[in-house]
């Protein structure tokens, strides 16, 4: 595979699948579908339509605070719309390389819109996948060494 053809997959071919919780979801059960989930970033909606985005910093911020976590949602603390950097199925993976770096963020969600402020999420693309997808290609141009 070219370099242009490396850079141009799109990324829906090395999503990972989107962890999603409800806005009224609790800073502290938020913390623990992280752990279980093994993501960095969670994806808030509401209806099923992508309303904000929770990364590790944004609950270790709010249990800092002071405030329960146990009863604090995690709507008070997410990054919520319209600030949410997203990318579409068909966007190429230098598109989503560049946002990331871009924003300084670790993920981004892949979304279907529907209308204004109306996004599914249909995955994720995170600079984990990034690495691998990008080791996959360096290790197949070695011939698999
Ligand atoms: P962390 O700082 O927890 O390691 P990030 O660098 O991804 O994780 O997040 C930094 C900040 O950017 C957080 O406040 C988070 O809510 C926000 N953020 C993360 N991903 C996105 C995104 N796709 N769009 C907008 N903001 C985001």
């Not at 270790?60 to 949410?84: C, E």
């Not at 990331?100 to 600079?127: A, F, H, W």
């Amino acid at each position: 595979m070219s370099m242009n053809e490396i850079l141009s997959i799109t990324v829906d071919q090395i999503k990972s699948v989107p962890v999603v919780i409800e806005q009224e979801t609790s800073v502290y059960d938020a913390a623990v579908t992280m752990f279980l989930e093994d993501v960095g970033t969670l994806f808030v909606v509401k209806e099923n339509f992508l309303k904000g985005v929770v990364s590790r910093k944004d609950l270790l911020k709010a249990t800092l605070s002071g405030n329960s976590s146990a009863t604090m949602p995690v709507s008070v603390v997410m990054t919520r719309l319209p600030q949410i950097v997203y990318c579409s199925k068909n966007d190429i993976f230098i598109d989503a390389v560049r946002k990331i770096v871009e924003y300084n963020i670790d993920c981004l969600p892949i979304v279907s819109e529907e209308g204004p402020d109306q996004m599914r999420v249909t995955g994720r693309i995170s600079k984990t996948n990034i690495s691998r997808y990008i080791l996959e290609m360096g290790q197949a141009d070695m011939g698999g060494l």
